[in-house]
């Protein structure tokens, strides 16, 4: 018994050092679920395998040859329960939809405390550094990659002052930008014309020089929004 009790506190014990590992890379970014968090998913989800896994230890007013356990029921529980925290986690504003690595960070963390829990060493400690490899090093990778960038824009003027749609489209070109679509609203009781366009651009600075424009240059603008997608 002393023999089985210590292998299920080594089981915890690298549970909650690993989801702790997974969860300090997301509070040192500030993301929302963080070093707490991450530590308590992956723990809870080795104590479930745990029980899943040892139930004649519980059950003792039953043989033990009568139990038949199907710890795979139990991990599809989990990842059941663990769809819903990382939902919460989830939000879109504008083109920038937030939050998508840290759900799939707890996603996998909660895979992490399943095979901690049933002791499937090496998978476990693999994904592990392949998870902090991937939230680490994969970021510094990612912002050198070439890539397009996209902007949510928004220019409103007065009705009489309003420019044409190829004024608007030459002055998003002239600062390395390329409208992929544009819609019209007309707004506070038909004073204000507004143009909303998705911008694309292969430069993010690209973004800041149209900003700065705007906010400098621009005649007859009323107020401009640019939001940056990203994560």
């Known amino acids: ?92 504003e504008g083109l920038n939809v937030h939050g998508l690595t840290t759900a799939a960070s707890i996603w996998i963390t909660s895979v992490l405390g399943i095979l901690f829990g049933v002791g499937f060493w090496l998978p476990a400690v693999t994904a592990t550094v392949a998870t902090l490899l991937t939230l680490s090093l994969f970021r510094w990778v990612e912002l050198r990659l070439p890539s397009e960038y996209y902007a949510d824009h928004v220019l409103s003027y007065a009705i009489e002052k309003t420019p044409s749609e190829e004024q608007v489209r030459e002055l998003i070109a002239r600062h390395g930008c390329v409208v992929k679509s544009m819609s019209y609203s007309l707004g506070e009781h038909g004073a204000v014309y507004r143009y909303h366009m998705v911008l694309q651009t292969k430069d993010r600075r690209n973004l800041t020089r149209l900003a700065g424009h705007l906010r400098h240059s621009a005649r007859d603008l009323l107020e401009f929004r640019l939001s940056p997608a990203g994560e």
Not at 50 to 58: A, G, L, P, R
Not at 71 to 79: D, K, L, S, V, Y
Request: include cysteine; charge should be positive.
């Open 1 to 92: 018994m002393v023999g089985e009790s210590l292998t299920i506190l080594y089981h915890l014990g690298a549970a909650w050092l690993a989801g702790s590992l997974v969860g300090l890379e997301r509070s040192f970014h500030g993301r929302p679920a963080g070093f707490r968090t991450h530590a308590l998913v992956c723990g809870a989800s080795a104590l479930l395998m745990i029980v899943s896994t040892n139930q004649w230890q519980w059950l003792t007013s039953i043989p033990e040859s009568t139990i038949r356990t199907d710890p795979t029921r139990m991990a599809q529980g989990i990842m059941t329960g663990i769809g819903f925290l990382g939902a919460g986690v989830i939000f879109k």
